[in-house]
């Protein structure tokens, strides 16, 4: 069964930093393209980046302070954040999928995903 599932969300402070996990079951990352996308509830979904199955990122917003990697050996994708911001909050994603030929932002392209984990900003 392919799963993917994101864990290290949580409440951070402003200014903080966060490490987010996706790791992924019946499937290996190096044939499949990770995206990551953050939900507001009551908004459209917002993509942040990916990484391709060859290991090439994308970081489409807030590259400054967002980076993108992953582990082979953990068959782990990350989403590393820094300087976190009140308007980081919101419900955080990623998806996979093997068809993707390196990175996208679309995320109709991605098949399976995760059932997000919650990321709070506040003082």
């Known amino acids: 069964q392919v799963q993917v599932v994101e864990s290290g969300g949580g409440w951070v402070q402003p200014g903080g930093s966060l490490k987010l996990s996706c790791a992924a079951s019946g499937l290996f990352l190096k044939w499949y393209a990770i995206g990551w996308f953050r939900q507001v509830p009551g908004k459209e979904r917002e993509v942040i980046g990916c990484?391709?199955?060859?290991?090439?990122t994308t970081t489409y917003i807030h590259s400054e302070r967002f980076t993108i990697s992953r582990d082979l050996a953990k068959n782990t994708a990350y989403l590393q954040m820094n300087s976190l911001v009140s308007g980081d909050t919101a419900i955080y994603y990623c998806a996979a999928d093997r068809r993707i030929p390196s990175c996208s932002g679309d995320a109709d392209e991605y098949e399976y995903w995760g059932r997000g984990t919650q990321v709070t900003v506040s003082s």
């Open positions: 990484i391709s199955a060859s290991g090439g």
